[in-house]
Structures are given as structure tokens and as C-alpha cells.
């Protein structure tokens, strides 16, 4: 049994003070029972909780941490940044540096807007959108996650569908009015919502592979198809790779998929753990941005030189080692057979999607293809499991609608011991 002693009075005290105890939902482990670990350090790929007890990772900051943590070149960056003072609210030479590399790594981006997070990236490609197409109605994927923004939280994935409310209190009629939402992986749906709001849909935005209902991989010509349909109805097809930029591939999803959307929105990976978002994309509709254009948005921290700083030496270091992408890769493989194998051996046929370095284990035997499927899950089961693999010593998303985030910390050493203690788990689990 861990010891989590002082994980146990920190939240005490920090539900005195923070809602919940987190400063985020699905930190708190509401979907998995138990209380939250409160870490005090990590390095590589491992983790160390106030406790003493120490975990292979892989949530790696839900992203961000693709190289592991305490990458020597990101500390050295921030730490040379930090000696010129933390923040100008100025322009300064490192964002632009950051701009041009993501311009050169995204294939569809010209022009870019750096942001403190992907919610402030989502919230404003959304409000670009509307301003440049001058109409007011989104369509959003059931399951998909595009951060806390009012418009986003009807039928969200990640920490909404783990707390079991896709829907917030707060989010008034009007603007939930102005967000249609349709299955994932179903064209049809798109184009009767298209059909039935004629000349009212200002865009679509979709997590090309979605991370936020579990990891759920687009079929065949669906993106394709998404980008027909907004070519030929004049909306604009917003991908929200805050999850998969950087981390599919360099350029993204839209790299790997090869198709281009009108905006990017970006995040975790592109501030090498610190707070970074961006939106992006065709120069024609960038320059409807302020003060270039008449679309607002601002923000005293954005493009804060020290996140800059770790920002541009975690892309330079993707742009310059492409490697990575099937490091990850093979990893990601190994471990997918492994638990495929522990599966057999527990004479379970449950799903996994996997894609590059974003995996799911989902505790249902149907496939999954969107948020329906997803919820087939038994999230009890995935709870057991959850606890398990802390048990353990791995660290996974504390909910069945995320993802596991792979970072290139992880050898085939570590693989082999995650693959271990999953079977471990696995067989401790009464009702299985
Ligand atoms: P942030 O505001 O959390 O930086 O980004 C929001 C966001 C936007 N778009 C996508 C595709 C995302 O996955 C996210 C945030 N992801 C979740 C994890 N699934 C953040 C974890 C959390 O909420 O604590």
C-alpha cells in the first residue's frame, strides 16, 4: 500500500483553500476514487510525490512533456531568461524567433498569435472566426475538449465528461444556441446541421485525433470530408491541435493527415511546460486580428519571454531531431502489443486506439469511434485499474476519457516495466 501521508493533509489543507483542492477538475481524482497525489518533483520520466513514492509517468503534464522532465536545455533557457527579468509586457526579439519556428513546423500556419493557454487560443480562434465570416454559429464534436471557453462546454469531453457534466451551469441559452455539436467520425450529421443552419456557421472545430474522449482516431476521409464541406459553404475548419501539435508529428495532425485547416489553435508542447497557447493560420484571416485588424484580443503575459524561451528550445529541438516522432513511435508500439498480450492473458477483449504517442485502454469490447462508444466503458472497472497501476508505481490519466502521453524518456526498459505492472493490475482486479 502507498504511504501518502502528507499527499493526505496537503489536500486536506488545499481543500480548504482552492475549490475541490486542484486548480483543475480531473487533478483531483474524482473519477477514480481516492484523493490526489501532491507531487514534489520529477526528472526523466519518473515522478516523486510528497511522499517518497515515485511512478513512471504518463500523463507528462497531460502533454506538454514530451522530452521527459528536467530537460537540461529548457532549464538552462528559462534560467538565462529569467537573469533579464521575467516579463516586459513588451515586444522582444525571442517571440519572434517562436513565431517563425511554428510558422516553419505547421504547415498551414502564416501567421500566428501566442496566447497564455489553449483555452485562450480556442476562445479566440472561435471569435475570429465569427468576425472574419461575420456569423455566430461553431459545430463542436461530442466528446471533444477545447478547453473551459462558455462555447466549448456543451458536450465536452476530458474533465466535463469525467465529472459527468458535458454541460456547465454559467453558460447562457444564447451562447450554448450558438454551438451545434454532432457525433465524431459521422459526415452526415455535419452536413444536415449545415443544411438546417444555412449561412449561419461561422466554423467547425474539431481535435483532429481526439485525446479528450479517450484517444479516438479519424476514419478514413473524415477529415477530408470536413474540409470539403466547410470549402464549399464558406466556413472556416479550425483544428485544435493543442494535444497533437508537435506531438503526431512536427507540423501536427495536418501534417500527418494531410489536411489543411484555415486556423490552428496550440498549446502544452509548444511552452515546454510552461503556460503557452497559440492560434494560427491563413494570413487573409490573421490580419482580422488586433490592432492589424478589428478583431480583439489581448494578454499581459502573452508571449512571456522565459515561456518563450522554453517554448522555442523545446520546438527547435523537435524541428532539429524529426527522429523523435518514430522513437516515439516504436515505444508506443511495444507497449500497445504488451498490453494487447496482458489483455489475452486475462481473456479480456477490451478496445485500444493508438496513434504515434497518444494511447487509450478503453474497459469496453466495443470499438470506439466517438463519445457514444467511449461511454461504453465501465469507468468503475477503469477506476480499479486506475488504482492499480498507482499501486504499481505507473501514473495514468486519472479518467477514461483521456489519453496516455508518451515522452521519449520512456526506453524500452520502462516500457517493459509499464507493460508489467499493467498485467499486475489487470489481475488484481475483482470483477474483471
Ligand atoms: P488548456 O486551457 O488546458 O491549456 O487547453 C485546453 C485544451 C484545448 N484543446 C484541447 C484539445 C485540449 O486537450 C485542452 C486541454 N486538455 C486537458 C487534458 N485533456 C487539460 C487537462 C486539464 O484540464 O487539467
Known sequence: MLI????????????????????SPVRAFRAVGGEPLFIESAKGAYLFDVDGNSYIELINSWGPMILGHGNEAIEQAVIEALR???????????????AELIVEMVPSIEKVRMVNSGTEATMSAIRLARGFTKKNKIIKFEGCYHGHGDSFLIAAGSGVATMGTPD??????????DTLTAPYNNLEAVEALIQKNKDQIAA??????????????????????????????GIILIFDEVMTGFRLAKGGAQELFGVMPDLTTLGKIIGGGMPVGAYGGRKEIMDW????GPVYQAGTLSGNPIAMSAGFTML??????????????????RIFHGFQANLKAVS???????????????????????????????????????????????????????????????DEKIADLIITANLTALKSIDGL
Request: charged share 20%; proline share 5%.
Open 4 to 23: 501518502k501521508e502528507n499527499s493526505k493533509s496537503l489536500f486536506q489543507k488545499a481543500q480548504q483553500l482552492i475549490p475541490g483542492g486542484v486548480n
Open 84 to 98: 533579464k527579468s521575467p516579463s516586459f509586457g513588451a515586444p522582444t526579439e525571442a517571440e519572434v524567433n517562436v
Open 168 to 177: 456547465s451551469p454559467g453558460v447562457t441559452k444564447g451562447t450554448a444556441n
Open 204 to 233: 467547425v472545430i474539431i481535435e483532429p485525433v481526439a485525446g479528450n474522449m479517450g484517444c479516438v482516431l479519424p476514419q478514413e476521409g473524415y477529415l477530408q470530408g470536413l474540409r470539403s464541406l466547410c470549402d464549399s459553404h
Open 289 to 292: 486580428v488586433s490592432p492589424a
Open 316 to 333: 527547435n529541438h523537435l524541428n532539429s531531431h524529426e527522429g523523435i516522432y518514430s522513437q516515439l513511435d516504436k515505444i508506443s508500439e
Open 348 to 410: 479480456k477483449n477490451y478496445t485500444m486506439n493508438r496513434i504515434g504517442s497518444m494511447i487509450s485502454l478503453f474497459f469496453t469490447e466495443n470499438k470506439v469511434t466517438d463519445f457514444e462508444s467511449a461511454k461504453t466503458s465501465d469507468t468503475e472497472l477503469f477506476g480499479k485499474y486506475f488504482n492499480a497501476m498507482l499501486e504499481n508505481g505507473v501514473y495514468i490519466a486519472p479518467s477514461q476519457f483521456e489519453t496516455l502521453f508518451l515522452s521519449t524518456a520512456i
